[in-house]
């Protein structure tokens, strides 16, 4: 069974950086995979922040957080990470590490095509 905690989250003010943890077990690091961000705010639906090839060779982002956000991982870890530099109060949400086991779809920043999710980590950014 996959499992994802993720950690790292907490209050920071504008213009600061936190770099969020995702520990994920209970998979083989030889599936076909990609993980991903993603986040959600209050009366918002949730949405893809960035994502992840397993080689780490791919990697994609959101229009809003390109050149702010880096996605990492450490394949013998098993850990993904988010790197958040420059954040805004916009980016003020419950921030969410996901995993897909098989291969692009073509939907890699669409909530729908995960189904492995931990169980959030609150990010806010104080103006």
């Known amino acids: 069974q996959v499992q994802m905690v993720e950690s790292g989250g907490g209050s920071v003010q504008a213009g600061g950086s936190l770099r969020l943890s995702c520990a994920a077990s209970g998979y083989t690091i030889y599936s076909i995979y990609y993980m991903a961000w993603f986040r959600q705010a209050p009366g918002k639906e949730r949405e893809g922040v960035a994502v992840?090839?397993?080689?780490?060779?791919?990697?994609s982002y959101a229009s809003s957080v390109k050149g702010r956000f880096t996605i990492s991982q450490d394949n013998a870890k098993k850990t993904l990470y988010l790197q958040m530099n420059a954040l805004k109060p916009e980016d003020t949400a419950m921030y969410y590490c996901?995993?897909?086991?098989?291969?692009?779809?073509?939907?890699?920043?669409?909530?729908?095509?995960?189904?492995?999710w931990g169980q959030g980590t609150q990010v806010t950014v104080s103006s």
């Open positions: 996901a995993a897909y086991f098989g291969p692009n779809n073509g939907r890699l920043l669409d909530p729908v095509t995960y189904n492995h």
């Open positions: 992840i090839s397993r080689s780490g060779g791919s990697s």
